[in-house]
């Protein structure tokens, strides 16, 4: 699962550094620069206490997927079977109880799911009707002015009481500032 520079590791990253948000802007800058983190090792030393890492391959995701579902009546989502399987086989599994807390509805992963379960993954009852709405497109360049202006314009219009929103009302002070 490569998602890139997760928010959550640098709010680790923070922790690491003693909660100095500089250092922490230092490390991020030369992370960005370079694509490298280098941590001094006397932190490092906590990273290898406070971590451990798996790999966990794409079948054993799906196996892991149709598992749970079957022994627990609960269908997990790809991101947090990855996570569930790698805590499984976690050194001391057997012994600590662990607590996995799924990321993502399944549904956004519905191709996935199928593969793993044979079956479409249930819509959230919010999202089961979009289908049915038209699609509203609206092109724009790519200039940040144009596109405030226009969303903007749009949030107006959807606080106005006959426009028929479900999200008519005032708008916050930051947006309405032009």
Request: net charge neutral; aromatic share 6%.
């Amino acid at each position: 699962m490569d998602i890139q520079v997760a928010s959550n590791f640098e709010r680790y990253l923070f922790e690491l550094a003693g909660r100095d948000p500089a250092l922490l802007h230092a490390w991020m800058a030369a992370f960005e620069r370079s694509g490298t983190l280098r941590i001094p090792p006397e932190r490092f030393a906590r990273v290898t206490r406070d971590l451990l890492s798996a790999a966990v391959s794409e079948d054993e995701t799906l196996a892991t997927i149709r598992d749970v579902q079957a022994r627990h009546g609960y269908l997990l989502d790809p991101h947090s079977a990855v996570g569930f399987c790698a805590a499984q086989r976690s050194p001391g599994a057997e012994e600590i109880p662990t607590i996995c807390m799924a990321t993502a509805h399944p549904a956004k992963f519905g191709a996935a799911i199928r593969r793993a379960t044979g079956a479409d993954p249930e819509l959230p009852p919010a999202l089961a009707g979009l289908e049915r709405l038209p699609a509203r497109v609206s092109r724009l360049p790519a200039q940040a002015e144009r596109v405030k202006a226009h969303l903007l314009g749009a949030l107006h219009l959807a606080a106005e009481p006959d426009a028929g929103s479900a999200i008519a009302g005032p708008l916050p002070a930051a947006l309405g500032k032009r």
